[in-house]
């Protein structure tokens, strides 16, 4: 039966695959045996996670607080290295029993890449405390062209590559720009 839900993400950086939950109860290990680090996640973060998994946003600013200065260091290396846009990002959701154990495989709710990284340290007392705030987007974020117009291709193609996958490429977000100047009467007759 499950009782709870746990907000997973997981992160595919070049030198390691960093596994992310949303709490401060310690390690959280899946069925897999894969283990998966505390962080906090805000709450404006939190809406952010809901809007990209019910496809009412197509990118994804999500704030990471409370990670631990091993995984913050693997995030500062890789992105010192120029390698992290393009990183692969995964939110799952893991149901979990009344002892908060995993049941079942966790569902994949969002996928994307990173599109920016912005690091944000501030001191407090004897420490210093690190967000990192990553800007996702997926396959379905709209391009802007440059007359200003905003359209998506991908999402088009994608979609009727499933429908028909025999036929050629679908170009309809390509032609209709050539359209932008033309005028269209209705009825035609």
Known sequence: MIKSLRVLAQLDFPSKTIRLWDGSGGLFIDLDGNIWRPCVLTES???????????????????????????????WS????????GTRVRILI?????????????????TGTIDDIIFDDAAANDQ??????????????????????????VDQK???????????P????ERIPLQIDNTIRWPNW
């Not at 893991?94 to 969002?110: A, H, M, N, R, T």
């Not at 994608?158 to 050629?168: F, G, I, M």
């Open 128 to 153: 210093i405390l690190s967000t990192i705030t990553v800007e996702i987007t997926n396959r379905f974020t709209l391009r802007t062209l440059t007359n200003g117009a905003v359209l998506s291709d």
């Open 94 to 110: 893991q149901d979990c029993d009344e002892y908060d154990q995993p049941v079942g495989s966790p569902d994949i709710k969002f």
């Open 45 to 75: 973060a939190l809406d952010q996670i809901e809007l990209a998994i019910n496809a009412e946003a197509f990118t994804l600013s999500l704030a990471l607080s409370g990670i631990d200065p091993e995984l913050s260091n693997v995030i």
């Open 158 to 168: 994608a979609r009727s590559k499933v429908l028909n996958p025999s036929a050629p």
């Open 170 to 173: 679908d170009r309809f977000c």
């Open 78 to 85: 890789d992105y010192q290295d120029g390698e992290v846009i």
